[in-house]
């Protein structure tokens, strides 16, 4: 499972953001976009952060995932269209073999959403 190496990358990335911000805030949720011809499976994805989390920096943070599809493009056609994923590849209009993809292999981190600090009241 892949996803468990996958997870270890992202929060050994978050982490050196996370030691780099003053007061070190913490972490509520990290926004992931995965495509889905990247062969990750997010309820993996999911399973694995709140087991390799537990215990850390990102003990309770959630894991919020945005899966993009695949959408391929044909110069033969000069038309867009949504491959079936592991059943038809080739442009459905003129069967060209799938060579430009424009979305479905991303995978990366969107954004880290973290509580702000807040200072202590004054006493009056």
Do not use: N
């Not at 997010?42 to 537990?54: D, H, I, M, N, S």
């Not at 919020?64 to 459905?92: K, M, N, W």
């Amino acid at each position: 499972m892949h996803e468990t190496d996958m997870t270890k990358a992202l929060i050994l990335t978050v982490r050196d953001w996370w030691e780099a911000q003053p007061g070190q805030p913490a972490i509520e949720k990290v926004h992931l976009t995965v495509g889905k011809f990247t062969c990750v499976e997010p309820v993996g994805l999911q399973f694995a952060f709140e087991v390799q989390t537990k215990g850390t920096f990102l003990d309770g943070a959630e894991l919020v995932i945005r899966e993009t599809p695949l959408v391929a493009f044909c110069h033969d056609c000069q038309s867009e269209y949504r491959p079936e994923i592991g059943l038809q590849y080739a442009c459905p209009t003129c069967k060209s073999p799938m060579g430009d993809i424009r979305s479905g292999r991303e995978l990366k981190i969107d954004r880290v959403e973290y509580a702000e600090a807040t200072s202590p009241m004054p006493l009056l």
